[in-house]
């Protein structure tokens, strides 16, 4: 029997030192693509491209589902060549990532160098909006098109030096932009914002701004101020919104989140006290907030992510899709009532 457990544990540790022997590879194998611009350039030659056009992805209806066509380098030749453009618009492309066979990805958006119709008819396909684009995809793709958004969006807006401006260079992977008049070096940043779940012990409040769909309730969130940290931010936040004061807090998980241009969502839990837990919401910022029982939050869980009027003119209250980090919040604290 122990011989049996040896065998059992020398294979599984073989099988865990492999995974994380490929991870460490691939990652290494990143890191020298963003900082050797030849080998880089390379890897254009052979890796694969998302396609983008004014920042939105290109996107394949097959049947009921969404693909991300992922392009060869000499699918992304013939077509260029086809429609009489140059191959220098590969040069403008980012690096996002790369298979565990290391194949480079790479993100480039063709807007200003071919009109968007032609693209369209060329592939079968179409240009959807990004926030439409990740909640109809595959939820590995996800990831990916939200961080080749963030990056090719920083490139649009950094193209000028703040201190001289004159105009900033990219590398080859698109890792960062070089003023060469000042020697500064710009690198792409995200802003972090907090996503907070808060309960009161029995029920979890939600809220609603202008903008929102119709029905569509989720957790509190904001972005995090100068010199503050999590906890603080989060505090803020609940106090400035819906007039609360947070008793404890619980870390939960993290999201990159690419509107309104590159954020780092970090969702927590908090917990106020059940005799102080009187909204007072802040209206200028919020068009509602309210609590929910846990009946509320399971039926709305079951209803799909999108407007539903009652017989009344109303809404039927509805919560983020499952690929949104307020999902996530929200099925924990269903699980913890549950449990």
Not at 53 to 78: D, I
Not at 204 to 226: I, K, N, V, W
Not at 282 to 295: G, H, M, N, P, V
């Amino acid at each position: 029997m122990a011989a049996i457990y040896q065998a059992v544990h020398k294979r599984a540790s073989f099988l865990f030192c492999r995974l994380h022997s490929t991870y460490v590879r691939k990652m290494r194998y990143l890191n020298e693509l963003k900082e050797d611009d030849s080998l880089c350039r390379q890897a254009q030659t052979s890796g694969t491209f998302y396609l983008f056009h004014n920042l939105s992805p290109f996107l394949q209806e097959v049947g009921k589902k969404y693909l991300v066509p992922q392009l060869s380098a000499a699918e992304m030749k013939r077509i260029l060549e086809k429609l009489k453009e140059t191959e220098q618009w590969i040069e403008k492309s980012v690096l996002i990532g790369c298979s565990d066979e290391h194949v480079p990805h790479f993100a480039l958006d063709l807007a200003g160098a071919l009109e968007k119709s032609v693209i369209e008819s060329e592939l079968k396909g179409s240009f959807t909006d990004l926030r439409k684009a990740l909640f109809v995809v595959d939820w590995k793709d996800s990831p990916l098109l939200a961080s080749a958004h963030s990056l090719l969006q920083w490139h649009d807006s950094h193209q000028f030096c703040s201190k001289t401006g004159q105009p900033t260079q990219k590398n080859a992977a698109g890792s960062k932009r070089v003023c060469h008049a000042s020697g500064i070096t710009y690198y792409p940043q995200m802003s972090p914002v907090v996503i907070t779940l808060v309960s009161d012990g029995s029920r979890c409040l939600l809220t609603r701004q202008p903008s929102f769909p119709q029905g569509m309730y989720t957790a509190l969130s904001g972005f995090c101020d100068m010199g503050e940290n999590v906890e603080e931010t989060i505090r803020r936040e609940v106090a400035e919104e819906v007039g609360l004061e947070v008793e404890s807090l619980q870390y939960s998980a993290s999201q990159h989140w690419p509107f309104p241009s590159s954020s780092l969502m970090i969702a927590c839990h908090a917990l106020v006290r059940a005799q102080q837990a009187e909204i007072s919401m802040d209206r200028l910022e919020l068009e509602e907030a309210r609590w929910f029982s846990l009946e509320e939050i399971v039926e709305g869980l079951q209803r799909e992510p999108r407007p539903s009027k009652q017989d009344d003119g109303s809404f039927l209250p509805w919560f983020p899709p499952k690929q949104a980090i307020a999902h996530q919040l929200i099925c924990e604290w269903v699980k913890q009532q549950t449990a």
